[in-house]
């Protein structure tokens, strides 16, 4: 495949079971058991569940309850978060032995450019083979990787032979394979959006091809032109070592739900104190607002507010988190309230989107 830009190598690397596979390397008595990491307590959240929890239905931000409901033999750990950094910077000490064209996008994933690498290997494929052999030599823990000439196509990839292995979609499969991918595993697709293409008769990569730009923006807003452009394979972003932030946040849940705004005041002004925190920290203001409410039955509403100049003071933010909590009346009692701080005054201009123009198949994986 040959666009009017050059192809890329690139590898997205996901950790499998992250957090549980840490604390079952750490603790031998916890391998081959349903394992989770998070809370067990009745207002418990599962932050990530081993392959042999997930056998059983149980999934990362499930509730304790449910979770233990639905596998009673459930084994939880609380969360080691300065572990689970430490074993990732290893991770990523890895990756740049073969590339500085890294773009962590979490403690257990990250996209690689290796188009041109430091080992001198024109293949993307063996390279991810080998990073993926490292990262259990090295330190006992299997990894997932995805092959193709962008992030959108490296990503699908990487979840399709999960866990421990690894797919390459060469530049001359990348339409079929788009075209046959069901339409809830495009990557940016989840459960709401994928139910209304199926309202739509769009299921697969094929049905989404054949709709038109304009049908699709004027169903799904600015996602159209994503969704127009990637199922044919065109995704430009590049892998940025240096990531931007795209928002800054900060939230709290409860140890008791709220059942009135007056009671969440006290916990709006710690919150926006954190968010003030952290803003300063990164030297980073912004101008839209955005209150996060998670009631008590774990459905989820978000009230934003765009205003004309980039603010990173916690009072501004307060008053405005304020404003959109009254906005309109709460659908239950709450467990989880959140700010974060959006439209950021790092944020580059978008990049062009480019036609793809021809095929080509020398492209070695």
Known sequence: ???????????????????????????????????????????GVVSAASYEARKYGVRSAMSGYIAIRNCPELIFVKPRYARYKEISQKIRSIFYDYTDLVEPLSLDEAY???TINKKGNPSASLIAKEIRERIFNELGLTASAGI??????????????????QKTINPEEVISFLEELEIRKFYGVGKVTAEKMYSLGIFTGKDLKQKTIAFLEENFGKSGAYYYHVVRGIHNSPVKPNRIPKSVGAERTFNENLSSEIFMLEKLENIASELERRLKKSKIAGKTITLKIKYSDFTLQTRSKTIQYFVSDKNLILETAKDLLYQERLENSVRLLGISLSNLNTENKKETIHKMVSVQLKFEF
Not at 6 to 29: C, G
Not at 148 to 165: M, R
């Open 112 to 114: 690689l450019d290796v």
């Open 1 to 43: 495949m040959v666009t009017d830009f050059p192809l890329r190598k690139i590898i997205h690397v996901d950790m499998d079971a992250f957090y549980a596979s840490v604390e079952q390397l750490d603790n031998p008595d916890l391998k081959g058991k349903p394992l989770a990491v998070g809370g067990a307590e009745k207002r």
């Open 148 to 165: 193709s000439i962008n992030k959108f196509i490296a990503k699908v990839a990487s979840d399709y032979n999960k866990p421990n292995g």
